[in-house]
């Protein structure tokens, strides 16, 4: 829940698919790895194995070697935000990232909707700088061009040429 909310609330965008299964008990690492394998198969591009703290056998689960042998494998990134600060499984280290916390993860796995909107109002700033640059470059070309004499008397270069011809004949 701490997961969700956190994301969520970074970015109300981001799509969330979960994939339940028990975090401690005899039968958690079988359920892990059957979530695990229901996550490779969905379009997914970040996976966050999580669960709150608790004590070392509670987190025994994530010890599993067929799990973490699947996880070293997952074809996107893991975040480990399993148990808090002072917890150490061995999922963590085949994570591509390991979070101090269910919560922290979920800060990590998405961006702050805000930063974004901050970010793309640099770009479009930046856009509509460059794009009054060009237009001002463009219009010097113009008036360049429109003050040439060749615009100015179209004619003139003609009638030069007609002067040269009846000169040379």
């Known amino acids: 829940a701490d997961i969700k909310t956190n994301l969520l609330r970074r970015n109300p965008l981001v799509e969330i698919q979960i994939f ?21 198969e969905a379009q997914i591009d970040t996976l966050i194995i999580g669960r709150g703290g608790g004590s070392s056998e509670d987190l025994s689960a994530f010890n599993d070697e067929t799990l973490v042998r699947e996880a070293a494998k997952f074809p996107v990134p893991i975040i480990s935000a399993v148990g808090h600060e002072i917890d150490f499984t061995i999922a963590d280290f085949v994570a591509d990232l390991r979070a ?4 922290a993860a979920a800060e990590l796995a998405v961006p702050n909707i805000e930063d974004i909107f901050v970010e793309l109002e640099k770009y479009n700033n930046r856009y ?24 100015k008397e179209p004619l003139q270069k003609i009638q030069e ?4 011809i009846e000169r040379i004949q």
């Open 20 to 40: 339940p299964s028990l975090v401690q008990g005899s039968d958690a690492p079988k359920e892990l790895l059957n979530a695990l394998k229901k996550a490779k």
């Open 100 to 103: 101090p916390t269910p919560s």
């Open 128 to 151: 509509r700088i460059a794009l009054k640059k060009k237009i001002e470059f463009m219009k010097l070309r113009y008036e360049k061009c429109m003050a040439s004499r060749v615009f």
């Open 161 to 164: 040429k007609y002067i040269e």
